[in-house]
């Protein structure tokens, strides 16, 4: 459809595209899947190019350098996505799965199924590569999506969503399961379509993702900010306390499962924070710290707003504090409820940690990067959630569909359960 249909007809289209992709089989999804990898393979020339125009424009309006290397879509990020779609296939389909069964009674059976969500709102940041993810997963799922980039990334989508739109559809999905949205008005307008839509995932900072929440009747799956945290403590072993610390941080910066906080036990102070300089400022990082933390290594002072900042950047802020108590209490003070890790050789401090800290993803001697749906082998995420409902953390394809209740009978009338001479439920387990 025409991106100049309106954003009513275009989700009214997208809906009728989901009835028929919920029926899609597994075998004509995958080759879907497989068709639009090598699209994008062979149009790589025009996805490049694409990106380098966007690159330009991005580099004359002075965007920041974390977006910037969002922003970038090179052969290596298209390698990746593709090896991401190979990854998507290989998966179980998460359509169709007999999550429960219970007989009634003789011959009426109820089966609790795996279905589609339907429609699919997403907002996300300027990474190009998050819409090949998106789409693919949402089409694994069978879903139909509306997408919203970063207006920096305008050319890059456009080619994206071309490719896999065509693909698709030339491998037997319906027209028009995938929609791009390229204006904030556009978003405005998704909102207030509860009727096509069925969920909203924004992608990006608190206060966007509230104003999401608060000006729309459609469900919303919120993926906040990532304000996450390492607690180093006093039982840790230094050499994977620093290791861990330098990787949460810096293996790659601009990205919400980077490490923003480095909280260190008081006792273990002065033996690991020089350590820990040395290796992060060799990286390039700049440090804020506390009092007690500027007592033992000369850095700029951190202040209250520092802790419940994402920076996205090579800028980490440290706090000495006095135990794993103190460390859960800031922790579930500042944090955004994203991923959070304890570095110990204490068993039973690392489960108290885990226990008590509310995030979705909490991670016992290892990096906070590792939170990831690519890596927990989810075939990459639609984003990281920090709400309460049916879907936390990484959500990858299970996270994309809900269940629906199958009953099966044999001419069997409510009627027939009630009164006093009512026949009796058996609520036998099947499976």
Known sequence: MSSKSSITE???????????LAA??????????????????????????ANQLDLEAAEKANLAAPLLKRLKFDEAKLADVCAGIHSLINLDDPVGRTLSAVELDAGLELYKVSCPIGVIGVVFESRPDALVQISTLCLK???AVLLKGGSEAAQTNR????????????????????????????????????????????????????????NTNVPVLGHAD?????????????????SIAVDSKCQYVAVCNAAETLLVDAPLAAEFLPRV??????????????????????????????????????????????????AVEHINRY???????????????????????????????????????????????????????????????????????????????AADYAGPDAKKFTHKKLR
């Open 10 to 20: 275009r989700a009214a289209v997208a809906k009728s595209a989901s009835l028929q």
């Open 24 to 49: 899609a089989k597994t075998k004509a999804k995958n080759a879907a899947l497989t068709e639009i990898a090598k699209t994008l393979e062979r149009r790589k020339a025009d996805v490049l190019q």
């Open 141 to 143: 799922s069978g879903d």
């Open 159 to 214: 080619i994206l969503a071309e490719i896999i739109a065509e693909a698709s559809e030339a491998a037997g999905m319906p027209a028009g399961w995938i929609q791009l949205l390229e204006t904030r008005q556009d978003v405005a307008e998704m909102l207030a379509l509860d009727d096509h839509i069925d969920l909203i995932i924004p992608r990006g900072s608190n206060e966007f993702v509230r104003y999401i929440m608060n």
């Open 226 to 242: 990532g304000i996450c945290h390492v607690y180093v403590d006093r039982e840790a072993e230094l050499d994977m306390a620093v």
């Open 277 to 326: 300089r040395a290796e992060l400022e060799a990286k390039g990082c700049h440090l804020k710290g506390c009092e007690q933390t500027r007592a033992i290594i000369d850095i700029e002072p951190a202040c209250d707003e520092d802790w419940a900042t994402e920076y996205l950047d090579y800028i980490l802020s440290i706090k000495v504090v006095d135990g794993v108590d103190a």
């Open 335 to 413: 944090g955004s409820g994203h991923t959070d890790a304890i570095v110990t050789g204490d068993k039973d401090k690392a489960e108290a940690f885990m226990s008590r800290v509310d995030a979705a993803d909490v991670f016992w001697n290892c990096s906070t990067r590792f939170s990831d749906g690519f890596r927990y082998g989810l075939g990459a995420e639609v984003g990281i959630s920090t709400n309460k409902i049916h879907a936390r953390g990484p959500v990858g394809l299970e996270g994309l569909v809900i269940y629906k209740w199958k009953l099966l009978g044999k001419g069997q009338v």
